[in-house]
Antibody, heavy 117, light 110 residues
Framework: QVQLQESGPGLVKPSGTLSLTCAVS?????????WSWVRQPPGKGLEWIGE???????NYNPSLRSRVTMSLDKSTNQFSLKLSSVTAADTAVYYC??????????WGQGTTVTVSS | EIVLTQSPGTLSLSPGERVTLSCRAS???????LAWYQQKPGQAPRRLIY???SRATGIPDRFSGSGSGTDFTLTISRLEPEDFAVYYC???????????FGQGTKLEIK
């Protein structure tokens, strides 16, 4: 069974950089799937942040592209998200997920990140 | 950028009823690229339908998806108590690669 687990600081200061990692088990991040980050502000809907594949350039949501960097570590079977210049609007639950058939079939449980001083 | 509009925003129904949720796209979407998710409070979304009409593994057959072009629907043939949740549609656009979600439909118990 594929499992994903997000980790990272739950509190980030405004103008700082949000950094999260997703640990994958039951599949390989260097396999045939793309891997995504999705976020959900409190009480709101889902927003796709971007996706990464081991042998291609990442794809990012155009609305966040200037602030997002995603990377992948084959040795630890993890992938990561960095979001710079954060504001309160970036406060959300952040999910990592596996992409299959142009959808996301396995999701992490989510991690809450609050942007506040 | 393709925008997905879901309707209604909230639906109040009783267990045992049949429900159809709508997802309308601002431009034509390939059926292969349309998915539906269920999300319960405090939980991650769960994929129900992919490719507009294919049920994901383990999803009961009371859930069905249909549609093409700009109009897609998710039907629950007979509501069970555990089906009351928020439902999202999602599309994949290939040029450039991007995933977008609808704003969600909340299904609540009447």
């Amino acid at each position: 069974q594929v499992q994903l687990q997000e980790s990272g600081p739950g509190l980030v200061k405004p103008s700082g950089t949000l950094s999260l990692t997703c640990a994958v088990s039951g599949d390989s991040v260097s396999g045939t799937q793309w891997w995504s980050w999705v976020r959900q502000p409190p009480g709101k809907g889902l927003e796709w942040i971007g996706e990464i594949y081991h042998s291609e350039s990442p794809n990012y949501n155009p609305s966040l592209r200037s602030r997002v960097t995603m990377s992948l570590d084959k040795s630890t079977n993890q992938f990561s998200l960095k979001l710079s210049s954060v504001t309160a609007a970036d406060t959300a639950v952040y999910y990592c997920a596996r992409n299959t058939d142009y959808a996301m079939d396995f999701w992490g449980q989510g991690t809450t990140v609050t942007v506040s001083s | 950028e393709i925008v997905l509009t879901q309707s209604p925003g909230t639906l109040s129904l009783s267990p045992g009823e049949r429900v159809t949720l709508s997802c309308r796209a601002s431009q034509s979407v390939s059926s292969s690229y349309l998915a539906w998710y269920q999300q319960k409070p405090g939980q991650a979304p769960r994929r129900l339908i992919y490719g507009a009409s294919s049920r994901a593994t383990g999803i009961p057959d009371r859930f069905s998806g249909s549609g093409s072009g700009t109009d897609f629907t998710l039907t629950i043939s007979r509501l069970e108590p555990e089906d009351f949740a928020v439902y999202y549609c999602q599309q994949y656009g290939s040029s450039p690669p991007v995933y977008t979600f609808g704003q969600g439909t909340k299904l609540e118990i009447k």
